[in-house]
């Protein structure tokens, strides 16, 4: 249902008992030297690439609101979606 409207979900981690077990954690297995997760990426590390482990988090950012009529996301909004609508 999350890829439909293109938001990754996270699942598998929302089983009870791993959040359970986690709560117990100390933060320092949670994050060490400013890398998040990473007692989760330690348990994987051996499946995937060295890119992949020490990438950074990236948030998901949605396109940018604008009022501005010369904007081409507004003319975009306005036209394929706000006319569509009525």
């Known amino acids: 249902m999350e890829m439909v409207h293109s938001v990754e979900g996270r699942v598998p981690f929302l089983d009870h008992k791993l959040v359970e077990f986690i709560t117990t954690l100390p933060s320092s297995l949670k994050i ?20 992949v482990y020490t990438r950074k ?30």
């Open 32 to 51: 060490r030297n400013m890398n998040e997760k990473y007692i989760l990426r330690e348990a994987v590390r051996p499946v995937i690439t060295n890119t």
């Open 57 to 86: 988090k990236h948030p998901f950012v949605a396109p940018p609101s604008t009022n501005n009529t010369e904007d081409p996301m507004f003319t975009f909004m306005h036209e394929y979606i706000i006319l569509n609508i009525k």
